[in-house]
């Protein structure tokens, strides 16, 4: 992992760490706040599942092997109580396997160890602009749910006698 920080992230997010190394946990309790994040980190799968039942994460990086439980049930946990949140799959212990479980599983990335600080910063920027996009959809939406039933004529009207004034 580098010690030179990435750039910071033009997204704010809310961001689960769950590692159960103490290095890295410390080096992305401070690194991930420094690219612009609101960061909880983790260092077992159960501290996960209670800060996941009293907080909101736009994104989750969760190593799978931890003493104590499985990244898998932190997966499972946020699946069900945070279906919005992305989370991103960081191990040492990748295999084939476990990559394809991680995508099957609907997780964002997978992110073989050792991951530098810039890879994190890139997964993060990627959910940073999905999540944009998923907000301006849902205002479309939202958008087009008031108008659709608004006569194209009163609009045309009202756009010309904003020019008349």
């Excluded at 992110?111 to 205002?139: C, D, Y």
Aim: hydrophobic share 35%; with cysteine.
């Amino acid at each position: 992992m580098e010690s030179a920080v990435a750039a910071r992230s033009k997204y704010n997010l809310r961001v689960l760490f769950v590692d159960d190394e103490a290095s890295l946990t410390e080096l992305m309790q401070s690194e991930l706040p420094r690219m612009g994040h609101t960061t909880t980190v983790c260092s077992t799968p159960g501290e996960a599942n209670k800060a996941v039942d009293e907080n909101t994460f736009d994104a989750a990086i969760i190593d799978l092997k931890m003493p104590g439980g499985s990244g898998w049930d932190v997966v499972d946990h946020l699946r069900t109580v945070s279906p919005e949140t992305e989370y991103v799959i960081s191990t040492g212990h990748g295999d084939m396997d476990a990559t394809i479980q991680a995508i099957r599983s609907g997780a964002y990335d997978f992110l073989p160890k050792p991951v530098s600080l810039f890879e994190i910063a890139a997964v993060l920027q990627r959910i940073g602009e999905k999540n944009r996009w998923k907000t301006e959809m849902q205002h479309l939406r939202i958008s087009y749910s008031v108008l659709k039933d608004v006569p194209i004529s009163s609009v045309s009207q009202h756009r010309c006698s904003e020019f008349e004034n």
